[in-house]
């Protein structure tokens, strides 16, 4: 099943005129937890991360009372970008379920178009966004296609 | 296709803030951290809400 969704478009009043207008990949995604706790978070589709990671402070509404305890070593893993400070910034990895909704305005489990069993990172520290979308558990199970002059992006579940 | 996203307002009188919206958009709350919206919005009977954090855009950001 194809899903079309618009790009949020931002008009920034303080960028220069080349950064004026932003166009964000936003999708509502629902993180789940073994014990059936859920939480609803915006996140950012980001293409070039290799992981999907979300604020720290969703932990408790998960269940997790320390995200810092993790269940192996390789769990806890140093992030760099563009920052390039090494690490820039720490993912504590968990067992959940990500959430795939069908229809953006009714985000329950009888809406789901898929939920993916996956790791996902508890960041360390605060990112502007609530949360991202990265290839392992997200864009390795859709394909996305994006067209900024259209001003929509599409994802296809590929394992239907 | 679903709806575009309303965030222009969101933008100017949020910066570095969590928001707390219904499924469908509707705005319920704002707060400096994420329990201080989700406390808000449980005061206001919306047990659980989409979350977001809205960003700064004095700043530039790149993703």
């Known amino acids: 099943m194809k899903l079309n969704f618009p790009y949020q478009k931002i008009s920034n009043p303080f960028s220069k005129a080349f950064l004026k207008f932003k166009n964000s990949p936003i999708l509502k995604v629902g993180i789940l937890s073994d014990s059936g706790q859920m939480v609803k978070v915006e996140a950012y589709i ?43 910034n720490v993912a504590y990895f968990h067992d959940l379920k990500l959430v795939i909704f069908k ?13 993916i069993n996956t790791k996902i990172g508890f960041l360390e520290r605060q990112i ?19 067209s900024i002059p259209e001003g929509y992006f599409e994802i296809e579940n590929c394992f239907e | 296709m679903n709806r575009p996203l309303e965030r222009a307002n969101f933008f100017k009188k949020y910066p570095n803030k ?5 499924d469908d958009d509707k705005f ?19 047990e659980n809400p989409v979350t977001t954090r809205i960003p700064d855009l004095r700043f530039e950001f790149i993703l």
Not at chain 2, 18 to 22: G, R, S, V
Not at chain 2, 29 to 35: E, I, K, Q
Request: proline share 3%; hydrophobic share 35%.
């Open chain 1, 46 to 88: 980001d293409t070039g991360a290799q992981v999907c990671m979300i604020d720290s402070s969703y932990a408790k509404y998960l269940g997790i009372s320390d995200y810092k305890q993790v269940k192996n070593p390789e769990d806890i893993v140093p992030l760099s970008g563009i920052g390039g400070k090494r690490p820039e």
């Open chain 1, 103 to 115: 229809d953006q305005r009714h985000l329950d489990l009888k809406n789901a178009l898929h939920t």
């Open chain 1, 128 to 146: 502007q966004v609530a949360g991202i979308l990265g290839v392992y558990g997200f864009l390795d199970h859709f394909v996305f296609k994006g």
């Open chain 2, 18 to 22: 969590w928001i707390a919206l219904t």
């Open chain 2, 28 to 46: 319920i709350s704002a707060g400096s951290t994420l329990d201080e919206v989700l406390k808000k919005a449980r005061r206001k009977g919306f």
